[in-house]
T-cell receptor, first 115, second 113 residues
């Protein structure tokens, strides 16, 4: 069964600290993996997109890594800010074309950054 | 929100009543999607459209119907709302090529009492 598991479910860190969110998937055939940020009351917004041949992708203070052999991805947030408080969702796309709705969503990690 | 609007943004309705949610885009993207988001679940696909009058079912389509008569509008209808359809509904659009990245609307919070 195609699944995306994220850990931890929730995380509280102090402002300025770094953190790493995990995503394990059992999705085949794999096309690409995305990380989304979802602020409370808003729709998800894409942070990074990686194909199976990419090991790392950065977007400012956000760095995503992908190990296609172990089927694991991580999202590292550097020097966290209060505005990083949000849910982070890992999404794996099946290799049938993302336009056909073949996305498998994780349940998300809820990050709270405290002053 | 990438030129996507949803209406209404909030709605409270009674069990058994019909409800229609609207998604409107200004990006001229071919693909449009309806998802629901519930606590303890990831986003789940209800229906999607790959063109005007071309739609298909997603993972949780029972109790929902959709229509797309224009490129810019995608309607989601609950024919007879039930309490299990209380949820936050998101519309998304995607391009026809490249990574097919999906852009999400702001969501509609629906409560069925």
């Amino acid at each position: 069964k195609n699944q995306v598991e994220q850990s931890p479910q929730s995380l509280i860190i102090l402002e300025g600290k770094n953190c790493t969110l995990q995503c394990n998937y059992t999705v085949s055939p794999f096309s690409n993996l995305r990380w989304y940020k979802q602020d409370t009351g808003r729709g998800p917004v894409s942070l990074t997109i990686m194909t199976f041949s990419e090991n790392t992708k950065s977007n400012g203070r956000y760095t995503a890594t992908l190990d296609a052999d172990t089927k694991q991805s991580s999202l590292h947030i550097t020097a966290s800010q209060l505005s990083d408080s949000a849910s982070y969702i890992c999404v794996v796309i099946l290799n049938y074309g993302g336009s056909q709705g073949n996305l498998i969503f994780g349940k998300g990690t809820k990050l709270s950054v405290k002053p | 929100d990438a030129g996507i609007t949803q209406s209404p943004r909030h709605k409270v309705t009674e069990t058994g009543t019909p409800v229609t949610l609207r998604c409107h885009q200004t990006e001229n993207h071919r693909y449009m999607y309806w998802y629901r988001q519930d606590p303890g679940h990831g986003l789940r696909l209800i229906h999607y459209s790959y063109g005007v009058k071309d739609t298909d079912k997603g993972e949780v389509s029972d109790g929902y119907s959709v229509s797309r008569s224009k490129t810019e509008d995608f309607l989601l209808t609950l024919e007879s709302a039930t309490s299990s359809q209380t949820s936050v509904y998101f519309c998304a659009i995607s391009e026809e090529s490249g990574t097919y990245e999906q852009y999400f609307g702001p969501g509609t919070r629906l409560t069925v009492t």
